[in-house]
């Protein structure tokens, strides 16, 4: 449907959340209209905000039957404009905000039970009440919420040792496009009966249902936890010191993030309170995280362990290890820092890809080398989640050059470490999806099969094409 929406449509809508709930002044529709890098700017002509998933279910009933284009929300904070209604003004907003309720907690089971619409953070401090820990961790936690973790299979600082938001889910409730409920809400982790309907709907990003409850896994708090900074001269220092860590800790090795120098300056330039953490300067950088089952000494013999290790073996030039939860969080707090401290540098083009862990140095000396070819100058400030395979190859522009002539660059870069990702079997999206950004690099780089069916599949669950249309797959 391209034709504006009639206001008798727009009174139907409204009426099944209620007057308060639905929203047409400007003010109020605003800030579902942009995303976080300001990529994206669309228009609605209504942002819906449902209580309850009968709610949810009305509102795509409606939706189906006059075939109107829905984009649902959660948190916003997604990063490839998925959450964006598109500039048509025909795509209502369904935002789950108000569904943030806690359905139940079960300590023997490890399992909670909530609404899409529950904020991340709120789901761990649930779990910490009653001593579990729900282990995914985003710079955005404060407002991400599970629906868009799961819609977008977030990943975050703990995928190494806990997995994505695939591996932490077990059940979930879903609107169809039809209005019709899937209760999928089981607490399973053994149930081999055919499809898997879960994890067609998880990464999805709203393309073939609203995702309203999610049940998910919750772990033992460990009880010893440390965090270790160490400065390399290489990246391949960094990888065998990765393979170090892990063969010491198993398990217990939670977090292994890789920094690039230019990041640390900038973090440490823009960063309130930061400052270098380490004697001297070094090319790279690496946040060690080890959380142990057994004890507080457990995790700090670990630590040990590894740093001593590596400095006999000459990986490390110099490490620090936190002294306090109050320290591991502020080595945490400038890794975290590392996106937001780009911004003052001007134009920064991003690369969120993963490649399998051990060609990490070779990617990166391959990327480095194109990059610097196209653009001389440019500051390579690659950072992130190394034990996953997964770096935010991110780009800022050379000191003193056009932001915006810089930027117009952005889909040529993309496009050449892309093929270098994808000459290494690796992903053009590790973490944060392919929503707008992405979809049609994804189309030209997964293989006619896959493209086929994903067509197939977003044709059976949304045959009129009224969920999320434009975002991840042309069906
Ligand atoms: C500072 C910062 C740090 C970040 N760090 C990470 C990180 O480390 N790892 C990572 O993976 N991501 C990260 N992100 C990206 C983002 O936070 C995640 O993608 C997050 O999971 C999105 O959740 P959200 O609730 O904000 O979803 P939204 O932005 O609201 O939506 C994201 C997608 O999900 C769809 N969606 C939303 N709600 C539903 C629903 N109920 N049913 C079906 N589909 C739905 C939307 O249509 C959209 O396509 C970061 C973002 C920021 C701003």
Redesign the pocket.
């Known amino acids: 449907m391209t034709a504006p929406l009639s206001e008798e449509l727009i009174a139907r809508f409204s009426a099944i959340v209620g007057e308060t709930h639905a929203f047409q002044a400007e003010a109020d529709i605003a800030r579902y209209l942009v995303?976080?890098r300001g990529l994206y700017h669309g228009k609605t002509p209504l942002v819906l905000k449902p209580g309850s998933t009968q709610e949810?279910s009305d509102i795509l009933k409606l939706a189906s039957e006059t075939k109107t284009p829905i984009?649902?929300?959660?948190?916003?904070?997604?990063?490839?404009?998925?959450?964006v209604p598109r500039d048509t003004g025909t795509d209502i907003v369904?935002?789950?905000e108000r569904m943030n309720r806690v359905r139940d907690i079960d300590p023997v089971a490890n399992v909670i039970a909530v609404d899409?619409?529950c904020i991340?953070q709120d789901v761990q401090a649930a779990a910490e009440k009653i001593d579990r820990l729900f282990p995914l961790?985003?710079?955005?936690?404060g407002?991400?919420?599970?629906?868009?973790?799961?819609?977008?299979?977030?990943?975050?600082?703990a995928v190494l040792a806990y997995g994505?938001?695939r591996h932490l889910c077990l059940g979930l409730e879903?609107v169809l496009p039809t209005g019709e409920v899937w209760d999928g809400m089981r607490r399973l982790k053994k149930d081999n009966t055919g499809y898997d309907l879960r994890d067609l709907?998880i990464g999805?990003?709203?393309?073939?249902?609203?995702?309203?409850g999610a049940v998910l896994r919750l772990f033992p708090r460990p009880l010893g936890h440390q965090v270790g900074l160490a400065g390399l001269a290489s990246s391949e220092d960094a990888l065998k010191l990765f393979e170090l860590a892990s063969r010491l800790c198993g398990t217990a090795l939670t977090g292994f993030e890789l920094m690039a120098r230019v990041g640390m300056e900038f973090t440490v330039k823009h960063t309130p309170g930061a400052r270098d953490p380490l004697e001297g300067t070094h090319n790279w950088y690496v946040l060690v995280d080890i959380s142990s089952s057994d004890s507080a000494e457990t995790a700090e013999r670990m630590m040990q362990a590894v740093l001593e290790k590596a400095f006999e073996d000459g990986l490390i030039e110099d490490a620090t290890i936190a002294a306090s939860e109050a320290q591991a969080k502020a080595i945490w707090h400038m890794r975290?820092s590392m996106?937001?401290a780009q911004k003052p540098e001007g134009g920064s083009i991003k690369h969120?890809v993963s490649v399998p862990v051990s060609s990490i140095p070779a990617f990166m000396k391959e990327a480095d080398a194109a990059v610097l070819d196209m653009v001389p100058g440019a500051r390579i400030c690659a950072f992130g989640?190394m034990g996953d395979g997964n770096i935010h190859y991110n780009i800022s522009q050379p000191v003193g050059a056009d932001k915006q002539a810089f930027l117009d660059l952005w889909h040529e870069m993309n496009h050449r470490v892309h093929a270098i990702v994808m000459s290494y079997g690796g992903s053009i999206s590790?973490?944060?999806?392919i929503?707008q950004l992405k979809r049609d690099e994804l189309a030209a780089i997964r293989s006619d099969i896959e493209m086929d069916l994903m067509r197939r599949v977003k044709r059976s669950f949304d045959p009129a094409n009224i969920?999320?249309p434009g975002?991840?797959v042309i069906p």
Not at 137 to 141: A, C, H, N, T, V
Not at 204 to 212: F, H, R, S, V, Y
Not at 430 to 433: K, V
Request: aromatic content about 2%.
């Open positions: 995303e976080g949810v984009v649902p929300v959660s948190g916003g904070t997604g990063l490839v404009g998925g959450q369904v935002s789950l899409g619409g991340l961790s985003l710079g955005s936690e407002s991400c919420r599970v629906a868009g973790n799961l819609a977008t299979n977030a990943g975050g600082t994505n938001m879903v709907f999805a990003e709203g393309t073939l249902g609203i995702i309203t975290e996106s937001d969120d989640h590790a973490e944060h999806g929503g969920m999320n975002k991840v």
